[in-house]
Nanobody
Framework: QVQLVESGGGLVQPGGSLRLSCAAS????????MSWYRQAPGKERELVAT????????NYADSVKGRFTISRDNAKNTVYLQMNSLKPEDTAVYYC??????????WGQGTQVTVSS
C-alpha cells in the first residue's frame, strides 16, 4: 500500500524548533522529487520547500528561507523538514508530497504544527 506518513508535529513556543518526518512506504521515494506544503485555516495550501530526487538541490518559500531545511535519507525512504526559529505564522497543517510528474502525486495526511506561547 502506497503511503506517506508525516510525524513530528506538535505544539512549540515561538523561537523553538521541530523536525518533521515523512516516511514513505509502498514505493521508492528516492526516484521522486519531494515537497513540503502547509495550510493554515482560511488560507490556501502553500509550497514550503522542495528537494530533488537525489537531494542535491533544494528550494524554499521566502517566508521560511534561512529557518527551514529540507533533507532526505533515501536509504530510509524518508524526507525531513527541520524547522528552526518558529513563528506563530508558521502554524499550519504540514503535508509532504511525492512529485510523480504526469501521474497523480502522492500526499500524506498531514501533521499539525502549532507555534504559540
Amino acid at each position: 500500500q502506497v503511503q506517506l506518513v508525516e510525524s513530528g508535529g506538535g505544539l512549540v513556543q515561538p523561537g523553538g524548533s521541530l523536525r518533521l518526518s515523512c516516511a514513505a512506504s509502498g514505493f521508492t521515494a528516492s526516484i521522486y522529487g519531494m515537497s513540503w506544503y502547509r495550510q493554515a485555516p482560511g488560507k490556501e495550501r502553500e509550497l514550503v520547500a522542495t528537494i530533488t530526487y537525489a537531494g542535491g538541490s533544494t528550494n524554499y518559500a521566502d517566508s521560511v528561507k534561512g529557518r527551514f531545511t529540507i533533507s532526505r535519507d533515501n536509504a530510509k525512504n524518508t524526507v525531513y523538514l527541520q524547522m528552526n526559529s518558529l513563528k506563530p505564522e508558521d502554524t499550519a497543517v504540514y503535508y509532504c508530497k511525492a512529485d510523480r510528474g504526469w501521474r497523480r502525486d502522492f500526499w500524506g495526511q498531514g501533521t499539525q504544527v502549532t507555534v504559540s506561547s
